[in-house]
C-alpha cells in the first residue's frame, strides 16, 4: 500500500513569496491532515478535511494561509505572502476515520523563508 | 497551556542501555487516546504505540514497552537495549476527539 505522498520535499522563497505544497493521500482515506512542525516543536494541526469539507481550520493563519481539497483526495496547502516565521517542516497525515486514532504522515515539505 | 509535556529536551546513551521518555497529559476528557510516534532523520512521522483511557494495562511489544498511569496523568515509554537506529526524535500526543495534540519531542542519541 503506498503512502501519503508530499512534494515538493524542500523548498526555498524569499519573504512576501508565495508557495503551495500539495499531498496526496492514502488511498480510500477520506480524512486528511496539514500540520505545521516549527523546528525544536512538535507539530501543530493547522486543517482537517473529511472528504472536501473542512472539520477544522481553527489554528490556520486565514491572511497569508490557504487550503483545498476539492475532489475530497489531493490537497494543496498555499502561503501567500510567506514571512520569516513560515519556515518549518509541513506535514500531511490522512486517515480513514475522523477522529485522530489512526494517522499516517507523510514525509513533509521543509520551507524555509529568507 | 500545553496539554503533553516532556521534560526531558534531549537523552544520548550508549548502545545496548535503556532508555525511558516520560510523558504527562492533561485533559478533562474521559476517553481519550495517547501515542508514542518516533521521527527519524528522514523527518516522516512513524506511529509506534497507541492506548486507551480504560487501558492501564502497561506492555511489552518487542523493545519497546510503555507505563501508563491514569493516577499521575504519565505515558512514559521504554526502549530496552537501545540500537543506533534508535536515534530519532520522540513524540507523545494526546488524542481528544479528532484533535491530536503533541509534546514538543524528546531528542534521543545512541552511540555505537
Known amino acids: 500500500e503506498a503512502g501519503v505522498a508530499q512534494s515538493p520535499r524542500y523548498k526555498i522563497i524569499e519573504k512576501r513569496q508565495s508557495v503551495a505544497f500539495w499531498c496526496n493521500p492514502i488511498?480510500?482515506?477520506?480524512?486528511l491532515y496539514w500540520y505545521q512542525q516549527i523546528l525544536g516543536q512538535g507539530p501543530k494541526l493547522l486543517i482537517q478535511f473529511q472528504n472536501n469539507g473542512v472539520v477544522d481550520d481553527s489554528q490556520l493563519p486565514k491572511d497569508r494561509f490557504s487550503a483545498e481539497r476539492l475532489k475530497g483526495v489531493d490537497s494543496t496547502l498555499k502561503i501567500q505572502p510567506a514571512k520569516l516565521e513560515d519556515s518549518a517542516v509541513y506535514l500531511c497525515a490522512s486517515s480513514t476515520r475522523p477522529d485522530s486514532r489512526e494517522q499516517y504522515f507523510g514525509p513533509g515539505t521543509r520551507l524555509t523563508v529568507t | 497551556a500545553q496539554k503533553v509535556t516532556q521534560a526531558q529536551t534531549e537523552i544520548s546513551v550508549v548502545e545496548k542501555e535503556d532508555v525511558t521518555l516520560d510523558c504527562v497529559y492533561e485533559t478533562r476528557d474521559t476517553t481519550y487516546y495517547l501515542f508514542w510516534y518516533k521521527q527519524p532523520p528522514s523527518g516522516e512521522l512513524v506511529f509506534l504505540i497507541r492506548r486507551n483511557s480504560f487501558d492501564e494495562q502497561n506492555e511489552i511489544s518487542g523493545r519497546y514497552s510503555w507505563n501508563f498511569q491514569k493516577s499521575t496523568s504519565s505515558f512514559n515509554f521504554t526502549i530496552t537495549a537501545s540500537q543506533v537506529v534508535d536515534s530519532a526524535v520522540y513524540f507523545c500526543?494526546?488524542?481528544?476527539?479528532?484533535?491530536?495534540?503533541f509534546g514538543a519531542g524528546t531528542t534521543v542519541t545512541v552511540r555505537a
Open positions: 488511498s480510500g482515506h477520506a480524512t
Open positions: 500526543a494526546l488524542s481528544e476527539g479528532y484533535k491530536l495534540s
